[in-house]
């Protein structure tokens, strides 16, 4: 097994975040005996900055590049927030592991000075909330019609220094990048959302680590890594995903759990477009068979 003795290489962009996923993964790898190596590939993402996602052309803009780097045989293994992976992978590739889940809920960031208590989600009113997320605007926009949305983009610390800096009052980021850079939230406020009311993108919090389909040894490692229960139920969230042919700029929403006695319950938010109206559901099983299927029944119901 050649690949057990060699120093395996891991592509990863060369944000602050995507870094620490990579030292991540090289940090589980490590506990299993297996060195490895980074190669910093730079996506379209990364490289155009100054437009919203939704104005990005095709699925995969930060995952493409290193797709294409795992296809010619440059690195074995890419790293990836599971929530940016295309749900149908190109010819060869296969997501082999996913990480644990880190908290999946998205925070509002604000000056302390600018929290007003007794309103809704503590904003005043008409304020200037800082996302290129349709998601997020969509949600955003169904609790408090009256903000102003404005584009953001850059990194986890970018964003931030724009809030502290910029015209923005506020703005919205995924809990887990702020809990994995351990960033000091000591001048800002935070409203931390309730996933079920705030819904995320489906497998936010997750790390997805590719490889080549036929690379079985590498395979065989990286299932060591695996947590299935995770997996579980993200494959519920990108099912759901799937099946509506949406994108991660897609205004949708999509949330499981699993409780003590194994029912799986299911929150999910949904607009056509990211100032439409939004249309949300909440829907229990006690089997994941077909669950993603009558997610978008129901939600294709409502529209109707």
């Not at 993402?45 to 010619?72: A, S």
């Amino acid at each position: 097994m050649e690949n057990e003795t060699k120093s395996l290489i891991i592509g990863t962009r060369g944000s602050r975040l995507a870094l620490w996923q990579a030292h991540f993964l090289q940090s589980q790898l490590k506990e299993i005996g297996v060195d490895s190596e980074l190669k910093i590939i730079k996506t379209k993402g990364d490289k155009i900055q100054h437009l919203g996602f939704d104005k990005i052309e095709g699925k995969g803009f930060f995952t493409k590049e290193l797709e294409e780097e795992l296809l010619n045989g440059s690195i074995d293994m890419a790293v990836h927030s599971m929530k940016d992976l295309p749900t149908t992978p190109p010819d060869g590739l296969v997501t082999t592991a996913v990480s644990y889940r880190e908290n999946p809920a998205d925070w509002m960031l604000m000056r302390k000075e600018d929290a007003l208590q007794g309103k809704l989600l503590q904003l005043k009113e008409n304020a200037i909330v800082g996302t290129s997320s349709a998601r997020r605007k969509s949600q955003i926009r169904d609790f408090r019609p009256d903000v102003v949305l404005k584009d953001i983009r850059g990194n986890v610390p970018t964003r931030i220094e724009k809030l502290l800096h910029e015209d923005f009052d506020a703005i919205i980021l995924a809990a887990a990048g702020i809990t994995r850079l351990e960033i000091d939230m000591s001048e800002l406020h935070l409203v931390k959302f309730n996933p079920k009311e705030f819904v995320p993108s489906p497998a936010q919090g997750v790390l997805a680590f590719q490889t080549k389909k036929d690379d079985l040894p590498t395979r065989r490692i990286l299932k060591k890594l695996h947590h299935p229960n995770v997996s579980e139920l993200t494959n519920v969230e990108r099912s759901v995903l799937k099946l509506f042919g949406g994108g991660c700029h897609m205004p949708l929403g999509v949330y499981c759990e699993k409780d003590a006695m194994s029912n799986y319950h299911v929150w999910a938010a949904m607009a056509e477009q990211w100032d439409g109206p939004l249309r949300r559901i909440q829907m229990s099983s006690s089997t994941t068979h077909s669950l993603a299927e009558r997610v978008v029944e129901k939600l294709k119901e409502l529209e109707a």
